[in-house]
């Protein structure tokens, strides 16, 4: 499938416009978008980004990373995703980074998300749906997320995100309705973020291949 992500990933470039300050997302699809980006970073003011690791390979490209608080809504963020439907919905948070792609996201004026076509699914839940925690919570929140989804919550051991928090990956789902679902889990004390891109789907998906295809 990596030939499908580069192509997905180099086709977002056309996208970019010079001067812009770009977000940029996480994951092995969003590295081939750096790399491309790296390739014209003369042309961009620099990026914001949604995870250490995007941050450390934009920086190996000589793209400055910048703080949203200082650069205020963006033009463009262009970010991978787990799972797709047909309404642009998303899941997303395979690689832990949820929270950071969220707010990016949400700052963003267009949302691009590339994918390779097994991310394309006609109902969201086969992808584990991961949901970022405060530690103290897990419990009481996986207990929450059982009763209001009928999932099973699966502890991820060993994985901090960049915020200091777990990550539960909620097996088990066919997901009929993602808004409500979104919105319901977002209310449980200790839910940081849901891996749910339904109140702010993408706006373009860029599915890989020769040629990509954009939805
Ligand atoms: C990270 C993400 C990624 O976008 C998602 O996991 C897809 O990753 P990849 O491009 O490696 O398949 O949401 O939190």
């Known amino acids: 499938m990596s030939a499908a992500k ?13 001067g812009m300050i770009v977000g940029v997302g996480t994951g092995s699809t969003v590295t ?13 003011a620099g990026a914001v ?3 250490e690791q995007s941050t450390e390979r934009l920086r190996s490209h000589g793209i400055e990373v910048m703080d949203l608080n200082a650069v205020g809504p963006l033009p463009l963020y262009v970010d991978g995703a787990d799972e797709c439907d047909p309404h642009k919905r998303l899941i997303k948070g395979g690689g832990a980074a949820l929270t950071r792609e969220k707010i990016i996201a949400e700052a963003s004026e267009r949302f691009v998300c590339i994918i390779d076509p ?3 699914v006609p109902v969201l839940g086969r992808f584990p749906l991961p949901v970022e925690v405060i530690p103290m919570a897990r419990s009481l929140a996986a207990r929450a997320i059982l009763a209001a989804t009928g999932g099973q919550p699966v502890w991820r051991e060993g ?3 960049d915020n200091g928090n777990w990550i539960l990956d909620v097996h088990g789902l066919a997901i009929a309705e993602p808004l409500v679902v979104e919105r319901e889990l977002n209310q449980i004390p200790g839910v940081v973020a849901v891996g749910l891109f339904a109140r702010r ?3 373009i998906v860029i599915v890989g291949g020769e040629p990509p295809q954009l939805l």
């Not at 580069?6 to 010079?18: F, H, M, T």
């Not at 081939?32 to 961009?44: E, N, P, S, T």
């Open 201 to 203: 789907p993408a706006d």
């Open 159 to 161: 994985t901090v995100t």
């Open 6 to 18: 580069r192509l997905a990933g180099e086709k977002a470039i056309d996208y970019v416009e010079d």
């Open 49 to 51: 980004s949604s995870s």
């Open 118 to 120: 097994a991310k394309q």
């Open 32 to 44: 081939y978008f750096i790399d491309a980006l790296g390739r014209m970073r003369d042309r961009i």
